[in-house]
């Protein structure tokens, strides 16, 4: 039987300077889908409108990372995503993945978890077809109850018009996000644990300084902020818990690591692969690794 929520849906690094992010990211070697403004709606059944934020996203055919960014200060913000970025800005979103959102709906409850219920969201986006609206149903879990994600569910409703072959080949040979990591305050961190454990039905396992729950696409990675040196040396920590790095799975490593060195940006050698500080992506670290 098919978990109600089992896949990474996307991840999202939240700025004020979009503009910025998204040179950082085609620097970094990944296509970008066209820049799309958000239409939202504030509570189950209302219309979406017109909302004070965009997005271009890296997209990868299953999962994506969202380049998340405010647009319009003067716009409803009807998702409270400017008082995000007021606390710090970077990677701060993570959506998993489900085929029901009301199924999701219900095991986030179960899962001891306080939830929206489920909102509607829409935005326009050229196609090869013409100009196509996009639609997906969402969750999202109460902020106070997920300090260290603004945590969701999503359910695609026109995949199809996101995840255009067109955009899916990246000059960095990127495939998928393979994993998230969450460095977790010490006190706090195994009630994240058991959390996500009861979000995804998943046991928890420990590899080294690292607990990790796998889905059945992609997996979460937990480390516990005194050891978070240990997997991310140097890295900064902007809140006592929070979303620290992303693992992306690439064709080629060589490949991978010639387009961002040739940028300018650097990297540092890890035993899979190779890593980019969080300070030269905006505030999300990326492993980068085969697969």
Not at 11 to 40: A, K, N, Q, V
Not at 90 to 118: K, P
Not at 120 to 125: G, I, P, Q, S, Y
Not at 246 to 252: F, G, K, L, Y
Request: glycine share 10%; net charge negative.
């Amino acid at each position: 039987m098919q978990k109600p929520i089992d896949a990474i849906h996307h991840t999202g690094i939240l700025t004020r300077d979009l503009d910025g992010l998204e040179r950082r990211y085609l620097d970094l070697g990944f296509t970008l889908s066209p820049r799309s403004r958000h239409l939202l709606s504030a509570h189950p059944g209302e219309p979406p409108t017109p909302g004070c934020t965009a997005n271009r996203c890296v997209l990868f055919g299953g999962s994506y990372l969202e380049l998340l960014g405010i647009v319009d200060e003067n716009a409803p913000d009807p998702w409270h995503t400017k008082a995000m970025a007021d606390e710090y800005e970077g990677f701060r979103l993570l959506n998993l993945e489900t085929g029901d959102a009301e199924s999701a709906r219900r095991q986030l409850l179960a899962a001891g978890l306080r939830a929206t219920g489920v909102l509607d969201l829409e935005r326009d986006v050229e196609t090869e077809d013409g100009v196509r609206t996009v639609r997906a149903r969402a969750v999202h879990v109460d902020p106070s109850s997920t300090p260290e994600a603004l945590l969701g569910v999503a359910q695609h409703l026109t995949r199809e018009y996101v995840h255009q072959p067109r955009y899916l080949a990246h000059p960095n040979g990127a495939r998928a996000i393979a994993a998230v990591l969450i460095a977790a305050a010490d006190a706090e961190f195994d009630g994240i644990v058991e959390r996500y454990g009861r979000i995804l039905e998943a046991p928890a396992v420990g590899k080294g300084p690292l607990t990790v729950l796998e889905m059945g696409a992609g997996r979460l990675e937990l480390v516990r902020a005194s050891q978070a040196d240990a997997v991310l040396p140097g890295e900064p920590a902007p809140a006592p818990s929070y979303l620290a790095a992303m693992t992306i799975a690439v064709r080629e490593l060589r490949v991978a690591r010639d387009v961002i060195e040739n940028a300018g940006v650097p990297v540092r050698e890890t035993d899979e692969g190779f890593f980019v500080s969080a300070r030269d992506a905006y505030g999300a670290g990326l492993f980068f690794v085969a697969g």
